[in-house]
């Protein structure tokens, strides 16, 4: 836990000096964002949101018996569903009506400050379109006044579409427009593709803006536009029956006038819908009133004729009468059920040929027959108005038509059991009358046939007055008339301002866009750099220790801290030294080797000048360079490289021959001689290890460093490391891989070298670890 806190704290402090080392970009960046969100509000128009709510009320089960009557007694009486009325709402043949309400085929622009707004009511001009004659959609026609008595036009655009409007049809596309041209105030403007005439307000407060244009729309897009802008669903749970109409748009006036038109077409088709059922319904009770009257006009007729053929009064003794009232009763019954079976027959007529079922059956007794009237009703009037959204023959619409014709087949079923019911009904009251009548046989035929005569007219008396009155019923119905939905609230603007942009939202976003472009690119950047950036990369790369931090040597007079001992880089080697000091507190230990990942990371570099500190602290150092494949220190020291640790090795020279002193106090030096045939050999030589032995026994010398050939080329350093006492690994600042640490890594972790440590060579701002020139600059 106590190192996973540790790392927790170096990702920390790495992120935080990547990004302050960076702090310009933020300068940068942030103020730029900021500044792009400003224009953006400036110009981007304001969107505003208006809502309007109505109540869709499904009043067929409260609904009373004269209307179930004129509405098919119950088996047709429509079932609202909310789904359905969204699809309403939002059709295509409803926004048309809308914009056809509205005449919303001139939009009205102005130009202020290089900001276009669309106006809706207050305009300087107001644009009449001929609309018999052609005109081009969609592009702006600016309008400005040269004079009191004259106005320009000027267009400009590129494949303008010209429209027949009142046909909403395209006639032909210009590849290009160019118009400017100079009218009189009053004179209309006329071409073969453009025709209006303009007529200016005298108001002079209207002309302040820079420019005004106008577009003439196409009221088919303008529908097509406003059934994907408006938004209709139920509000809160499924039970809701009120659905909630929204919109937005920039102008939030001509946004109300548009929900508020929707309403109002949605209101007045239902009651059309409505209308229309109710004169359909009193029209098929007038044909029957006028069969029945005219049976009773028959039947007067045959009275009076009897009654005078016969001179009769027509009264009758008491056991015809009681006969005669049976008669009566068991022929009404008669007549209804034969009109019932007529009705069934009249119903399977129409759904056989599939023909529109109008009207209904009285008292409908079989449940199964009604309901399935009921799904009839509701499907067919599904398909109506899926009509107004889909096209014949999509997958939707074939679905539905197949089940409408599943329903169909088993109504026609279920009605045929119907007819054959009351079919059997009316044969057996045929009977029961044929019955009474044979009864009545023996009752003088004179009596007999006026008691006949009255009791049809009763019954025809009786089922006049019935039609009458529902005739009465259906008219009262149809003259109070009213959609059975209700608006909540009509449309209107949001009290909370616009919805869109919302400044403190844009702001937020543009100062996140502002600190995440620097921040990616340092990231990204760093992401895809393979190098060692600072202390910190060196930590969440290895586990091997830090010894200390180099600046970054951009002088040549400097390379050795002898020649500038009160530098940043010299007082960097002098903090390296006391750390080695602290390590060495055991003073058998004193050879210390020195080795890289690869060339120019500064190996010889840091070598030289820890040997040139250490031996300025009065320590007695011998530095020995024993990269005999490359060897630069005698370039540093300006000393000939004839003999060295080579000759030495070969025995062609003696110990004291290849040391040599320095201009540095307490400081030897052993260069590497001349380049051998096989460096490896001699540095695994028995002659080296004698070397080694003898100088960490012997007193001659404090420290020893080696400067050995870099790890990641050659092996050297694997058979040196056996002798050193302590090892120094140079990491230079963005030039060694990540992946050439992976084989130190390897021999620390598996403790095939624990005394190690890293110097961190060549960073350029020494600042970020505590040093600077400024910092270290003392006067004589």
């Known amino acids: 836990m106590k190192q996973q806190a540790q790392n927790d704290t170096v990702n920390l402090k790495f992120l935080f000096n990547k990004i302050a080392s960076r702090w310009y970009l933020f300068v940068v960046f942030v103020p730029l964002a900021l500044g792009g969100a400003y224009l953006y509000l400036r110009f981007t128009p304001k969107i505003f949101e208006v809502k309007a709510s109505i109540l869709i009320d499904d009043k067929s089960k409260d609904t009373p018996e004269q209307d179930r009557f004129i509405r098919g007694m119950g088996a047709f009486v429509p079932r609202t569903q909310l789904k359905d009325e969204v699809q309403l709402l939002t059709s295509y043949r409803y926004m048309k009506q809308v914009m056809d309400r509205l005449n919303m085929r001139v939009s009205y622009f102005s130009v202020e400050d290089y900001k276009t707004v669309e106006e809706y009511n207050d305009f300087p001009f107001r644009v009449k379109l001929d609309t018999t004659k052609a005109q081009m959609i969609n592009v702006p026609i600016y309008i400005e006044k040269v004079g009191k008595d004259l106005y320009k036009v000027q267009i400009t655009g590129k494949k303008v579409t010209v429209q027949d409007i009142q046909a909403d049809r395209s006639l032909d596309e210009i590849p290009e427009v160019k118009i400017q041209k100079v009218l009189k105030v009053g004179q209309s403007y006329t071409d073969k593709y453009l025709n209006f005439s303009i007529e200016f307000s005298r108001t002079p407060s209207l002309y302040d803006k820079d420019e005004y244009f106008f577009v003439i729309n196409s009221l088919g897009q303008l529908a097509a536009y406003y059934q994907s802008n408006i938004k209709v669903s139920p509000i809160d749970d499924k039970n809701s029956s009120v659905i909630e109409i929204s919109s937005r748009g920039p102008v939030i006036e001509k946004e109300e006038k548009v929900i508020n038109t929707l309403l109002d077409v949605y209101l007045d088709n239902e009651i059309r819908k409505k209308d229309t059922e109710g004169k359909r319904t009193i029209a098929f009770i007038d044909n029957e009133l006028g069969t029945v009257k005219d049976s009773i006009k028959k039947t007067d007729y045959n009275i009076t004729n009897e009654r005078n053929r016969t001179n009769t009064a027509g009264t009758t003794s008491e056991e015809v009468n009681a006969l005669n009232n049976q008669l009566q009763g068991f022929s009404a019954q008669l007549q209804e059920a034969q009109i019932k079976a007529d009705g ?8 056989r040929n599939n023909r529109e079922v109008v009207g209904g059956v009285s008292g409908v007794d079989d449940g199964a027959v009604s309901n399935l009237l009921t799904q009839y009703s509701t499907l067919m009037q599904e398909r109506a108005r899926l009509a107004t959204v ?41 009977q029961r009358v044929g019955s009474i009548q044979a009864r009545l046989g023996t009752i ?13 007219k009763e019954v025809q008396d009786e089922l006049y007055k019935y039609l009458l009155q529902k005739k009465a019923d259906a008219g009262m119905a149809l003259a109070t008339n009213i959609a059975n939905k209700e608006v909540i609230d009509r449309a209107r603007g949001d009290i909370n301002g616009p919805v869109a942009p919302k400044g403190s939202v844009i702001y937020l976003l543009a100062g996140i866009i502002g600190m995440a472009i620097p921040l990616g690119f340092i990231f990204v950047k760093d992401a895809f750099s393979d190098r060692i950036s600072g202390q910190t990369d060196i930590q969440l790369n290895t586990n091997i220790p830090t010894l200390g931090v180099i600046g970054y040597n951009n002088k040549a007079n400097t390379y050795l801290v002898a020649n500038s001992s009160k530098s940043a880089i010299a007082e960097s080697f002098r903090s390296v030294r006391v750390n080695l000091q602290y390590l060495f507190l055991d003073t058998s230990k004193k050879i210390i080797g020195v080795t890289s990942s690869q060339q120019a990371e500064g190996k010889t570099f840091c070598a030289t000048n820890l040997a040139v500190v250490i031996a300025q602290s009065g320590k007695k150092t011998l530095l020995i360079d024993c990269d005999l494949r490359k060897p630069r220190v005698h370039t540093r020291f300006n000393v000939d490289n004839e003999k060295g640790l080579a000759t030495y090795l070969t025995g062609m020279h003696d110990w004291e021959e290849v040391v040599s002193s320095t201009d540095t106090d307490n400081l030897s030096l052993v260069t590497s001689g001349p380049i051998p045939v096989s460096p490896l050999n001699l540095i695994g030589s028995p002659r080296m290890k004698a070397l080694i032995d003898r100088l960490k026994k012997g007193d001659e010398y404090d420290y020893v460093i080696i400067d050995t ?26 030039v060694t891989e990540r992946e050439a640490l992976n084989k130190i890594n390897e021999l620390y972790d598996t403790e095939k070298v624990k005394d190690i440590a890293i110097i961190i060579n060549g960073v350029k701002s020494m600042s970020a670890y505590g040093y600077s020139d400024k910092a270290y600059k003392y006067s004589d």
């Open 709 to 734: 050939a870099p790890l990641g080329l050659v092996s050297d350093f694997l058979i040196l490391m056996n002798y050193t006492d302590f090892n120094v690994y140079i990491v230079r600042h963005k």
């Open 344 to 351: 069934y027959e009249a119903l399977l007529r129409d759904l």
């Open 444 to 456: 003088p035929q004179t009596e007999i046939k006026l008691l006949s005569i009255n009791r049809g």
């Open 390 to 430: 889909v096209t014949e023959g999509s997958v939707r619409m074939q679905q539905l038509d197949a089940k409408i014709q599943s329903v169909r087949d088993a109504l026609v079923d279920g009605l045929s059991n119907a007819r054959n019911v009351a079919r059997i009904r009316v044969s057996s009251l045929m």
